[in-house]
């Protein structure tokens, strides 16, 4: 259970194009996801947290114009990067919050989604 | 904030005991999680320590010193397969404490 997919895994685009990625809640429902990016070699930083319904809520110096983000069911929520540049290339992830087998909510990791702006 | 600090880089032999460990800072505290992410994968679960003491998994066990702000990860047996980076992370207060603040992560290298 709990398994989170993420399309696509990798995308190479333009720069100036605007790519989508998703994240699906596979066997559960998610009111809450989150939006890491990753660099290669470094740590994952939270960019924004997903609730169905409403708004996302940003990280410090994260564009929220930039990085579209929308919930708008229980098992799917979508993040854009609009007019891509090279140095938005990274590795993008996704999680989903739901009660783990602990017993406690818990975030559950999307294979993520490799990124390249050429 | 949150921060978390961890080793850049650890290597060991197949075979092998190693410590992995964890600092951090926060403006409060609900936990410590271990995350293990191999090239290109996405991070998956090892362990939680909510209080003080050693919990034990298998060949991973998880420390916790909440007076110190440390903690650390414990593998033991070391396989070519646990090569990978490892995190620890924090939840954030922000959203119910249900965002994770990640470390700097720990690349372990294992060699046979």
């Known amino acids: 259970g709990a398994v989170v997919s993420q399309h696509p895994s990798w995308v190479i685009c333009k720069s100036g194009t605007s790519v989508k990625i998703e994240c699906r809640s596979l066997?559960?429902?998610?009111?809450?996801m989150f939006w890491y990016r990753q660099f290669p070699k470094q740590s994952l930083m939270l960019m924004a947290t997903?609730?169905?319904?409403?708004?996302?809520?940003?990280e410090q110096g994260v564009e929220k114009d930039k990085f579209l983000i929308n919930h708008a069911s229980l098992t799917l929520s979508t993040l854009t990067v609009t007019s891509a540049h090279p140095e938005d290339s990274s590795f993008y992830i996704c999680?989903?919050?739901?009660?783990?087998?602990?017993?406690?909510?818990?975030?559950?990791f999307g294979p993520g989604t490799r990124l390249t702006v050429l | 904030g949150q921060s978390l600090e961890q080793p850049s880089e650890v290597t060991a032999v197949e075979g092998a005991i190693v410590q992995i460990n964890c600092t951090y800072q926060?403006?409060?505290?609900?936990?410590l999680s271990w995350y293990q992410q191999h090239d290109g994968g996405a991070p998956t679960f090892l362990s939680y320590?909510?209080?003080?003491g050693l919990e034990e998994t298998g060949r991973f066990s998880s420390f916790l010193s909440r007076s110190d702000s440390y903690g650390y990860l414990l593998l033991q047996e070391l396989q070519m397969k646990d090569s990978a980076s490892y995190f620890c992370?924090?939840?954030?207060?922000?959203?119910?404490?249900?965002?994770?603040?990640f470390g700097t992560g720990t690349r372990l290298l294992v060699s046979p």
């Open positions: 999680s989903a919050l739901s009660r783990g087998p602990r017993g406690y909510n818990e975030q559950f």
């Open positions: 066997d559960f429902q998610a009111t809450t």
């Open positions: 997903s609730n169905e319904g409403s708004k996302a809520t940003y």
């Open positions: 926060t403006s409060g505290f609900y936990g």
């Open positions: 320590n909510a209080l003080d």
């Open positions: 992370a924090v939840r954030d207060p922000g959203e119910g404490f249900q965002k994770l603040v």
